[in-house]
């Protein structure tokens, strides 16, 4: 079975930019979720998708926005982007049960 | 604020040491995750505990839940080179679908 897929896998953007982030999680799995990775505040939870409907948010800003498609394939937008954008973004899908399977991340440098 | 800490933030080691690693919170998690990322990847789920002074082992891991069921500790037997990477723990609860990630402990394990 495949894993979670994340694409474009490294992504270079000048600020007030916007990006849009790709997730394919993997065949069955309804449940995603996105993440910020940074060295400073770790590993931090952005929102997370159920059948297309967001289920759970976390605190960013306005900025930051998600979807889910009918195929259960995510994307998340970053708009105006700052500096302090730059991370590893990080996808997780997730059958029924709480194992959460991770995506290699898209890291995005904004300068 | 960090919701989970852990202790210590970063560790080197000789290859065949036994290390602990620690994760601390004032709150009371339904369940609690253990996960490691190597870099350039995502994190990847090494167990889930859910009752307060549970207590499972993975080979040379072993993983416990305080009775509390606010912290819980990683520890490795004879550590190895492959064991090198970022260990994370996550707590979650049983009435949400979101996870909160701890700061994270960065092992090295010196060949």
């Known amino acids: 079975k495949a894993g979670v897929t994340q694409t474009p896998r490294y992504l270079i953007k000048t600020r007030g930019q916007q990006v849009t982030l790709s997730c394919s999680p993997i065949?069955?799995?309804?449940?995603v979720s996105w993440y910020q990775q940074t060295p400073g505040q770790g590993l931090q939870f952005l929102f997370e998708?159920?059948?297309?409907?967001?289920?759970n948010k976390g605190n960013f800003p306005g900025r930051f926005s998600g979807r889910q498609f009918s195929n259960s394939r995510s994307e998340m937008n970053v708009s105006t982007l700052e500096l302090g954008d730059s991370a590893l973004y990080l996808c997780?899908?997730?059958?029924?049960?709480?194992?959460?399977?991770f995506g290699p991340g898209t890291r995005l440098t904004v300068l | 604020t960090q919701l989970l800490e852990q202790s210590p933030q970063f560790l080197s080691i000789q290859e065949g040491e036994n290390l602990t690693v620690y994760c601390n919170s004032s709150?009371?998690?339904?369940?609690l995750q253990w996960y490691r990322q190597e870099p350039g990847e995502g994190p990847v789920l090494l167990v889930t505990?859910?009752?307060?002074?549970e207590v499972k082992k993975l080979k040379r891991l072993t993983f416990q839940f305080g009775d509390a069921r606010k912290d819980s500790s990683l520890h490795i037997t004879a550590a190895q080179p492959g064991d090198t990477g970022l260990y994370l723990c996550?707590?979650?609860?049983?009435?949400?679908?979101?996870?909160?990630f701890g700061t994270g402990t960065s092992l090295t394990v010196i060949p």
């Open positions: 998708y159920f059948s297309e409907t967001q289920r």
């Open positions: 709150s009371v998690f339904s369940s």
């Open positions: 065949s069955g799995h309804r449940s």
């Open positions: 996550a707590g979650g609860w049983n009435t949400g679908n979101q996870f909160y």
């Open positions: 505990v859910v009752t307060g002074g």
């Open positions: 997780a899908s997730r059958p029924v049960s709480d194992e959460q399977f």
